[in-house]
């Protein structure tokens, strides 16, 4: 029996959304040692940030302070854990919702991966 999926439009989907998300991030190792490089592992309060960020940005709350790309940008990612992290970013949101807003997520993810490896041009 196929289960009937609905766009995100409320706190309780992007918690939904945040938490399944960081469940797959936890799952490999690859991407924790990332997230271990920045800081002692304090997922509750990540987690508290980003669903505060994707309310921001989605579901326009105003509920994020702070500035994600400053946080993020000496950030010492390998392009390959960028594009897992897109990955899985964009299964989580399949798997969860289909509609305009869930795909306005995906967009957005796919410009903040940009952001995040950007390569400046040598002068």
């Known amino acids: 029996m196929k289960t009937l999926k609905n766009d995100i439009v ?46 921001s940005v989605l579901l326009k709350s105003a509920s994020f302070t702070g500035h994600p790309l400053i946080l993020h940008a000496f950030l010492p990612a390998e392009q390959a854990q960028v594009k897992e992290w897109i990955y899985l970013f964009h299964e989580t949101v399949e798997e969860h919702f289909t509609g305009p807003t869930a795909n306005v997520a995906q967009s957005l993810a796919d410009k903040i991966r940009r952001i995040f490896t950007y390569t400046a041009p040598e002068l």
């Open 10 to 55: 409320t706190t309780q989907d992007i918690n939904e959304l945040v938490e399944a998300f960081y469940q797959k991030i936890k799952a490999q190792p690859y991407l924790c040692a990332l997230f271990d490089q920045l800081s002692p592992r304090d997922w509750t309060q990540h987690l508290f940030q980003m669903k505060n960020f994707w309310n």
